[in-house]
């Protein structure tokens, strides 16, 4: 069984390009979440997607934008990136879906660090 | 508004020591109460609770919750440097799909 994988690993990108940050899924998950984790901080929640749909989403602004495919894996999407955006992208994938809680919580991938200068 | 505390933010300790970490939680509709440990990228789960005075352990960690005074604990005995690593807080609350954390604690463990 693998587990959440997120790419790339680490990115560096300027002020006011685009990123696309991709997450796989672990086996059996059908519900991914993205959170941005900025240095000494606990991660953020910014939306979550389930049957390719968003689920619901944080206080995150339109630029960040993201897609879930048939296989379960998934996109984020960030637009005019701002120095503000540098921070660890997580991705957490669960077994099930609006209002169930997996017992063993939400699977995390060890997420992308994006820096933006 | 919504809100999850994590204290200490710091915490140095020796091996062989007992830690006690905190986290206290306003939500509105409560519904669940997670620990994770980060120790370089990825969080690892350890506990969920939901349930006040039920105490859930693996090895020598141990946590609790207490829904009346909105805060949990997470107890580690005998301390390794292994345990080095920031503990996370996380909340859920029924109608909502997100997990809100805590800032975390960060802990080190010296030899």
């Known amino acids: 069984e693998t587990g959440v994988t997120q790419s790339p690993t680490h990115l560096i990108k300027t002020r006011g390009q685009q990123v696309t940050l991709r997450c796989s899924s672990q086996?059996?998950?059908?519900?991914v979440s993205w959170y941005q984790q900025a240095l000494g901080q606990g991660p953020q929640f910014i939306f979550q997607?389930?049957?390719?749909?968003?689920?619901g989403r944080g206080n995150f602004p339109p630029r960040f934008s993201g897609l879930q495919f048939p296989n379960y894996s998934s996109e984020l999407n960030v637009n005019a990136l701002e120095l503000d955006d540098s921070a660890l992208y997580l991705c957490?994938?669960?077994?099930?879906?609006?209002?169930?809680?997996?017992?063993?919580?939400?699977?995390f991938g060890s997420g992308t660090r994006l820096t933006v200068v | 508004e919504d809100k999850v505390v994590q204290s200490p933010l710091s915490l140095v300790v020796h091996e062989g020591d007992t830690v006690t970490l905190n986290c206290s939680y306003e939500v509105t509709n409560f519904r669940s109460l997670l620990w994770y440990k980060q120790e370089k990228k990825a969080p690892t789960f350890l506990f969920m609770l939901?349930?006040?005075?039920i105490e859930k352990k693996s090895g020598r960690l141990s946590s609790i919750l207490d829904k009346k005074e909105l805060f949990s604990i997470l107890n580690i005995t005998a301390t390794q440097t292994g345990d080095s690593a920031v503990y996370l807080c996380a909340v859920r609350e029924y109608n909502n799909n997100d997990m809100r954390f805590g800032a975390g604690t960060r802990l080190t463990v010296k030899p």
């Open positions: 997607y389930y049957r390719e749909e968003e689920n």
């Open positions: 957490a994938s669960s077994p099930r879906g609006t209002g169930n809680t997996s017992p063993y919580g939400y699977t």
């Open positions: 086996s059996g998950h059908n519900t």
């Open positions: 939901t349930s006040s005075g």
